[in-house]
């Protein structure tokens, strides 16, 4: 019983967790208009901009039609869209429909099918915000990394329920034991009680009894 109430309390601990992990990325979806608005940068092509393990932030609600010379965007590479890619923008190459050029900082020049033509469909976001060196986390939480963290904090939520169900249980033990111990303290003082009663052989009846003959015997006296 006590396992399945331990069980239950962790599942529902996990749950939380991952319905609140769950709100607050949909929330930053929304907020940055952009299914994922982080990013780790894995190349140096980006140097002295962009350092390796920099994480940038997007922003998907800038316009394409925005976009200047100079801006750092995120986009599918054009000939596969397999690969994410943050370049600089390099040059305008059409207004309409808008296409752009892009060029890495570090690189030497732009590269067919990985750097232009950018179109709107291959557009994701401007980097908003460069947050330096997190990414470093990413690294850390590769397998198995990642299934030992895990394993450790469903391993603290069995140990705080079974903590949390032990005290409770304790605490109902103790309660119950003092009662008993109440309970046995008066059984032991009425059984006392009654066979000292019973060892007198008096009764309440019989002490009235004799006190009245007691108080007849002195007034006799004092009459004679």
Request: net charge negative.
């Amino acid at each position: 019983m006590a396992k399945r109430s331990i069980s239950k309390g962790v599942i529902k601990d996990i749950v939380i967790v991952a319905v609140a992990v769950l709100v607050i990325w949909i929330g930053l979806q929304a907020a940055f208009g952009t299914q994922n608005p982080f990013y780790v940068v894995a190349s140096g092509s980006m140097i002295p901009a962009l350092q390796v393990y920099d994480i940038i932030v997007i922003q998907g609600h800038e316009p394409f039609e925005l976009i200047q010379v100079g801006d750092i965007i995120v986009f599918d590479r054009p000939s596969d869209h397999n690969r994410v890619i943050v370049h600089r923008v390099e040059s305008i190459l059409n207004e309409d429909p808008k296409t752009v050029r892009t060029q890495g900082d570090a690189n030497p020049s732009f590269i067919r099918g990985t750097d232009y033509p950018i179109t709107e469909e291959e557009y994701i976001g401007k980097v908003a915000y460069i947050i330096p060196q997190v990414g470093y986390i990413t690294q850390i939480l590769k397998p198995p990394m990642n299934y030992i963290i895990i394993a450790v904090v469903i391993g603290i939520m069995i140990i705080k329920q079974f903590t949390g169900k032990k005290k409770d249980v304790e605490d109902i033990v103790s309660k119950e034991t003092l009662k008993e111990l109440s309970d046995i303290g008066k059984i032991e003082a009425d059984s006392e009680y009654s066979e000292d009663v019973k060892k007198s052989g008096i009764t309440e009846e019989k002490i009235d009894d004799a006190e009245k003959s007691s108080e007849k015997e002195k007034s006799d006296k004092e009459n004679n």
